[in-house]
């Protein structure tokens, strides 16, 4: 299957730091990247949806100046938490779809952010 | 009520049984149906896929959809302590550029 990485895998910072998240398509080009967020237990929660060369479109809810999305080219999409809090901490994850296919989308290993 | 309806488990049977997972949902424009698994503090890996009703079958794993009652099901033969996670349906309505409605997640342990 297609492959997806992110780095970093976990993240510490402290309160009021940004921190950027790296997601990458490596074996196929994605025009769509998707974020999501998931809490202990829970299941994921879509942020937001990085188009490659326009805006990131945002769930209803997501801070957008917040939780900043750059999809500079068609293998890369960066998600920047700026100015982090503690209600911050969370598994960030990110999807990207091959386009040859259908539905599918195939997910990152998935970003541990601790904010102290 | 919530698009797509997943029972969350926890769902615990002993290795070698059959295990059925299912899923239910009310937007009948979806037509790609996945199921992912997910192990603890790792990304959800793609499992199986498949598009408008029907089985599809690999290895030890079935997905069954059937969109006149809006179900989808996922079946694992002999099962494995190795396939102990958490299982998750998706859907979606078009490409991989659309967004994918998760269920819920269904936590599975298989005990040796």
């Known amino acids: 299957g297609a492959v997806v990485s992110q780095h970093p895998s976990r993240v510490i910072c402290k309160s009021g730091t940004s921190v950027k998240i790296e997601c990458r398509s490596l074996?196929?080009?994605?025009?769509?990247m998707f974020w999501y967020r998931q809490f202990p237990k829970k299941s994921l929660m879509l942020m937001a949806t990085s188009n490659e060369g326009s805006k990131a479109t945002y769930e209803q809810g997501v801070e957008k100046d917040k939780f900043l999305i750059n999809h500079a080219s068609l293998t890369l999409s960066t998600l920047t938490v700026t100015s982090a809090h503690p209600e911050d901490s969370s598994f960030y994850i990110c999807?990207?779809?091959?386009?040859?296919?259908?539905?599918?989308?195939?997910f990152g290993p998935g970003t541990r952010l601790t904010v102290t | 009520q919530k698009e797509v309806e997943q029972d969350p488990g926890p769902l615990s049977v002993p290795e070698g049984a059959i295990v059925s997972l299912n899923c239910t949902y009310s937007n009948s424009a979806f037509q790609y149906f996945m199921w992912y698994r997910q192990y603890s503090r790792k990304g959800p890996e793609l499992l199986m896929y498949?598009?408008?009703?029907g089985n599809k079958e690999d290895g030890r794993f079935t997905a069954q959809v059937d969109k006149s009652s809006k179900y989808i099901s996922l079946f694992i033969r002999d099962s494995q302590p190795s396939d102990s996670a958490t299982y998750l349906c998706?859907?979606?309505?078009?490409?991989?550029?659309?967004?994918?409605?998760f269920g819920s997640g269904t936590r599975l342990s298989i005990r040796p």
């Open positions: 498949t598009y408008s009703s």
């Open positions: 998706a859907m979606s309505v078009g490409s991989s550029a659309s967004k994918i409605i």
């Open positions: 074996d196929f080009q994605a025009t769509t």
């Open positions: 999807s990207a779809g091959t386009g040859t296919g259908g539905g599918e989308q195939y």
